[in-house]
C-alpha cells in the first residue's frame, strides 16, 4: 500500500494541483484564442488581403501544375504547403498578443506595493569619527 499512499501524495502536492489548474485553464484558454482567430481575426486578414486563404497555397515539386492543394493531393502529388506555415506564424503571433494583454490585464490587477525605503547601514556618525581620530592623534603624539 505504499506505493499508493506515496502516489497519493505526489498528486496531492500543491505544485502538481497547480500545473493540473493551468493545464485546464490554458485548455480553455486555447478555445478562446482559436474561435477569435477563426472568427474575427482571420476574416480581418483576408479582407486586407483580398480574401486570399494561406492554407491553401502550396508549391509542386513534381513540375506539374495543380488548380488546387486538393487536387495536387489526389494526384499524390509531393507539396511544399508554405500557406500553412504562414497561418500558423500568423495564429502564433495572435495567440502572443492574446497572452501579452491577458498577463497585461492580471498584472493591472495585482496589488501594487510601496516600496520600502532602505535604510542607510547604522555607522558612526560624524562626532565620533572625528573623536577617534582625535584620540589616536593623541595616541600617537604620546
Given at each position: 500500500?505504499s506505493?499508493?499512499?506515496d502516489?497519493?501524495?505526489?498528486?496531492?502536492?500543491?505544485?502538481?494541483?497547480?500545473?493540473?489548474?493551468a493545464?485546464?485553464?490554458g485548455?480553455?484558454?486555447?478555445t478562446?484564442?482559436?474561435?477569435?482567430?477563426?472568427?474575427?481575426?482571420t476574416?480581418?486578414?483576408?479582407?486586407?488581403?483580398?480574401?486570399?486563404?494561406?492554407?491553401?497555397k502550396?508549391?509542386?515539386?513534381?513540375?506539374?501544375?495543380?488548380?488546387?492543394?486538393?487536387?495536387a493531393?489526389?494526384?499524390?502529388a509531393?507539396v511544399?504547403?508554405?500557406?500553412?506555415?504562414?497561418?500558423?506564424?500568423?495564429?502564433?503571433?495572435?495567440?502572443?498578443?492574446?497572452?501579452?494583454?491577458?498577463?497585461?490585464?492580471?498584472?493591472?490587477?495585482?496589488?501594487?506595493?510601496?516600496?520600502?525605503?532602505?535604510?542607510?547601514?547604522?555607522?558612526?556618525?560624524?562626532?565620533?569619527?572625528?573623536?577617534?581620530?582625535?584620540?589616536?592623534?593623541?595616541?600617537?603624539?604620546t
Amino acid at each position: 500500500m505504499s506505493f499508493f499512499s506515496d502516489f497519493k501524495k505526489f498528486l496531492m502536492k500543491g505544485d502538481i494541483v497547480a500545473l493540473a489548474t493551468a493545464v485546464v485553464i490554458g485548455a480553455a484558454f486555447k478555445t478562446i484564442v482559436d474561435s477569435a482567430v477563426k472568427d474575427v481575426i482571420t476574416p480581418i486578414i483576408g479582407l486586407l488581403t483580398g480574401g486570399v486563404d494561406f492554407t491553401k497555397k502550396f508549391i509542386s515539386l513534381d513540375g506539374e501544375t495543380y488548380a488546387s492543394l486538393e487536387a495536387a493531393r489526389e494526384a499524390k502529388a509531393a507539396v511544399i504547403t508554405y500557406g500553412n506555415l504562414i497561418q500558423a506564424l500568423i495564429n502564433f503571433v495572435i495567440v502572443g498578443l492574446f497572452i501579452f494583454l491577458f498577463l497585461r490585464a492580471y498584472e493591472k490587477t495585482k496589488k501594487k506595493e510601496d516600496p520600502k525605503p532602505v535604510a542607510a547601514p547604522k555607522g558612526p556618525t560624524q562626532e565620533e569619527l572625528l573623536a577617534e581620530i582625535r584620540d589616536e592623534l593623541k595616541k600617537q603624539n604620546t
